[in-house]
């Protein structure tokens, strides 16, 4: 939609030209959109190449924070020779044929994979284009392609003295052959991947300018709110609209699959119609249990075994071991709340329908909206403000309901659809709640010989329009990260018991490893203390020698940590390790307790993601991770009371970490020549398991369930 | 109608006097950069100059502003605003950005009231600014960095 300035000091110096562009009404914006898009010097669908020498790349991936506009830039940048403060970015419309996730094979954006999938097409992208504008300056300066230099945006001809921009050669490399195969450079040449570069979006992104959804507005758009059910799976048996039609500004109420939809002329008057409108729910379907009764379902569902998902050895082991542990652990439901709600606007005009908003899945959103309009659709994808796997909607219903209130509207015109914080909070599409049963025995020298955890929860896969990707076996983001652990256990079985009920659950950064993590790293440091065994040390052994990058990145949490044991000055340490979409991470959280309840004073984190393509980005993503975990672990829990209501409604009620709370970061990032894994995840599942550990060796509380700060049902 | 100036322009709004100055600047003024996050005053996503001071307007009917000189990110001018928003781009703060038209509002804030805020200081002056993406650790930095600028 917009291209994101990146020259600091254009826009210190007062760029006024690009930032205004930006301030601009959308109108501008579009035309901007249409700059780039007939830019003279398109050699694929990626890359867009001015006269003014200002390379776009349109981004595949949705930028919600966690770093692919300079990410997917920084690939093209560096096989194009470009100068970084030549590059923009701007979010590639939908289009599955030219934006596909190569590891989804259509477009979409999550679990970690906008560097891993793009890293190899991106920079052949770049370097497509590269060799057609060497090919276009040997053309106009009549000398060899292969005497022609690119070094930081400008051509150059050594022998002959000439040199060029990419402006200038833009129309004549917009002749030359696209080559199919282009080379790309050895990794010991890479000038820009591996080194810090400032952020394509920080300026906008600091200066309000920015444009998110929630931010766009059409000629006559209206702004609608919907009443949902109070509880899953109710439905609306009647209403009456006569007290809504009568707020000053609504303009109509419309009955949608999804509720009742209230539309007016300003947010403020759609709010205050929906506060007037009496809907009365039919709840025949309703989720009715409370949390607790779920819990309780969930225990015997556990204690019947679960369907075996890995297993190793004999666990009888386990039953003649010489001393037993066991653990019940258990975890809420929680939602993402990323902090611009969810929205999106849609346009309906002559049989066509235009979309604007942070959409995760364009892939499925795109067909889904067309399917409920029954005309085509195109999606402008937007900055997002957060999502955390929110906007990561199987069911597309967000999508469906702008298509809905569009549909139901009976006639052309703009719609912006807004979801409050307590529309988010209490309507579902959360991390499933969890329950895990572990036990794992020793022999009488200590070492473990058998380990087993049953996981209890609902799949978020299964009964959507995705369960196609289990190709009929269980849902394994459910027990990622218990399974898989690379500990030799001696014998190890993996349950799992699948769990329905109507409450929608949805990925939550980091998936199943949000509560594997917990369970398994503090299950294995109560083990692991029972053997009389340092928790550093104790899980070095347990490696086997082939795991080189386990071990690598808890040596490196311990080094920089200057880990001595598990306490020390009146403070706790734990480490917990976890690896999760390809990412090796650990870290060591120290510990205070302040009136009995945990204060975080300071993080350490190792990680291995590869070739670190921006290590600035990699820490940003840390940092952020462990914050993001660290108050979810102190404070949050979805929960529903006696009856299925939700008990909580804005973060009065489901708290966000505060900046006092959070704590000194160190990062260090493994240098490593492997492909690039994702950084956006990774640094959420180790935190919480961590300070669980670190908690227990300062006080000797063993924390089963989550959150910290209380009952989590 | 309710007069008060924005931004250094007066404004004169035919609206119900109880919407809240947030959707006022946004929905009336197409002023974005305020940004909406929990409408109770929960976030500071929504944070704006109020006569000088720091105001959450998703919980300030523009009744309570008739009058009043109301200034937003896109208006703020003068020596700390500006080595904030420097600061904020030389260590790449935001990640997502939707809360931080908030938070460099009330960093701008304490930087007016404070010249050399403590740990402490920002603490108080930034408890009411959430960062889902929590990139605390950089604001704060960001804060002290700016802070050293302005003592020049």
């Known amino acids: 939609m917009t291209a994101i300035e990146t020259s600091r000091r254009g826009f210190l110096a007062g760029g006024a030209g690009l930032m205004l562009g930006l301030m601009l009404p959308l109108g501008r914006a579009r035309a901007q959109t249409a700059a780039a898009a007939a830019a003279p010097f398109a050699p694929n669908a ?29 690939l093209v940048a560096e096989e194009l020779d470009a100068d970084w403060a030549q590059m923009r970015a701007m979010g590639a419309p939908a289009d599955n044929a030219l934006y596909a996730n190569l590891f989804f094979g259509m477009q979409g954006t999550g679990g970690s994979t906008a560097i891993a999938n793009s890293f190899m097409q991106m920079r052949k992208a770049g370097a497509a284009a590269r060799a057609m504008l060497v090919a276009a300056a040997a053309e106009e300066w ?46 010991k040449d890479f000038v820009l991947i591996g080194s810090d570069r400032p952020k394509l979006d920080t300026v906008a992104k600091s200066t309000g300018a920015a444009v998110f959804t929630m931010d766009v507005y059409r000629d006559g758009m209206l702004t609608v709110v919907v009443a949902h059910p109070p509880k899953f799976g109710a439905t609306v048996a009647s209403f009456d609209d006569k007290g809504a039609l009568a707020v000053k500004g609504v303009e109509m109420i419309r009955q949608i699959p999804s509720g009742v939809a209230v539309y007016a ?14 809907v009365t729910w039919d709840e025949a379907g309703a989720e009715t249990r409370s949390s607790d009764e779920m819990f309780d379902a969930y225990a015997r569902a556990v204690a019947e075994g679960g369907v075996t998902v890995e297993e190793e050895g004999d ?45 995760q899945f364009p892939g499925l959103d795109q067909p889904t909206a067309a399917a409920i309009l029954g005309v085509p659709v195109t999606i402008n994808v937007l900055l997002a403000g957060g999502s955390f796997g929110r906007r990561a909607q199987a069911s597309a219903h967000i999508a469906a309901e702008a298509a809905e209130i569009a549909k139901a509207a009976g006639r052309d015109g703009a719609f912006k659809l807004v979801w409050t914080r307590e529309d988010d909070l209490k309507g579902g599409y959360y991390r499933p709640m969890s329950l895990h049963k572990l036990r794992a025995g020793l022999d009488a020298e200590g070492n473990i010989v058998g380990w087993e955890n049953i996981v209890a929860n609902q799949s978020i ?79 070095l052994d347990l490696l086997p020698p082939e795991a080189l990058r386990e071990r690598g990145v808890i040596e490196k949490v311990a080094e920089i940590s200057g880990w001595t044991g598990p306490t020390r000055d009146g403070k706790g340490y734990g480490i917990a390790y976890v690896k999760s979409f390809g990412t090796y991470v650990a870290e060591v959280v120290e510990v205070e307790d302040r009136n009995g309840l945990p204060h975080v004073t300071r993080v350490w984190c190792a990680v291995d993601c590869g070739i670190p393509v921006n290590p600035n980005v990699i820490r940003a993503q ?12 102190l404070h949050d829990a979805i929960t529903l009371a006696p009856g299925g209501e939700v008990q909580q409604s804005n973060f009065d009620t489901y708290p966000m970490l505060r900046i006092a709370e959070m704590p000194a970061v160190e990062v260090a990032i493994i240098p490593s020549g492997a492909d690039p894994t994702g950084v956006g995840e990774p640094g959420v599942p180790p935190l919480a398991p961590a300070l669980g550990n670190a908690w227990r060796a300062l006080t000797g509380n063993k924390q089963y369930q989550l959150p910290f700060g209380g009952a989590i049902a | ?90 260590i790449d703060v935001p990640q997502c950005g939707w ?54």
């Open chain 1, 46 to 74: 990626f890359i867009r190449i001015g006269t003014d020498d200002l390379v776009t790349v349109m981004i595949k991936h949705l930028e919600m924070g966690q770093g692919p506009y300079t990410g997917l830039s920084t």
């Open chain 1, 265 to 278: 002329t300003n947010t403020y008057a759609a709010l205050k119609g929906r506060d007037a409108l009496a």
């Open chain 1, 461 to 539: 896969l299964a009964g959507g329009p995705m369960e196609a990707m289990l190709k009929g076996g269980p849902d394994t983001t459910s027990f990622e990260g218990s399974s898989g652990l690379p500990y030799r256990f001696g014998a190890r079985r993996i349950g799992w018991a699948k769990m329905e009920n109507p409450v929608s659950v949805l990925w939550w950064r980091s998936v199943g490893h949000t509560h594997t993590g917990y369970a398994a790293e503090t299950f294995l440091d109560e083990v692991l203390a029972a053997a009389g065994k340092d928790p550093v040390q104790g899980r």
């Open chain 1, 142 to 187: 009549g000398v060899p392609a292969s005497e022609i230099t690119v070094k930081a945006g400008v051509v150059s001809h050594a022998a002959s003295g000439k040199s060029s921009g990419f402006g200038a050669l833009t129309e004549a490399a917009a002749r030359q052959p696209v080559p199919a195969d282009p080379p790309v450079k050895d990794p």
């Open chain 1, 315 to 359: 666990l009888s082991a386990l039953a003649n071991a010489a001393q037993v542990l066991e653990a019940e652990y258990r975890f809420p439901y929680l939602a993402h709340a990323p902090l611009e709600p969810l929205d999106a606007v849609i346009e309906l005009k002559e049989g066509k329908a235009e979309m604007w908003f942070g959409s």
């Open chain 2, 99 to 152: 809360c931080q038209s908030g938070q460099i509002m009330s960093a701008t804030a304490l930087l007016q009231q404070v010249s050399s805020p403590t740990d402490g200081d920002i603490n108080n002056a930034m408890a009411g600014n959430v960062c889902r993406c929590a990139t605390y650790v950089r604001i704060r930095q960001a804060i002290h960095d700016a802070a050293k600028t302005l003592e020049g």
């Open chain 1, 622 to 633: 840390m940092e952020g991770g462990i914050g993001f975990a660290l108050g979810t672990a």
């Open chain 2, 1 to 90: 109608m309710t007069k008060f100036t924005v931004n250094g322009r007066e404004v004169d709004l035919d609206i119900d006097p109880d919407t809240p100055l947030l959707w006022a600047l946004r929905d009336e003024l197409r002023l974005t950069g305020t940004k909406f996050g929990c409408g109770v005053a929960q976030c500071g996503a929504c944070t704006v100059m109020l006569d000088g001071m720091p105001r959450r307007s998703c919980v300030t009917p523009i009744s309570m502003v008739e009058g009043s000189e109301v200034t937003t990110i896109e208006g703020m001018e003068g020596p700390e605003i500006a080595a904030v928003q420097a600061a904020w781009e030389a």
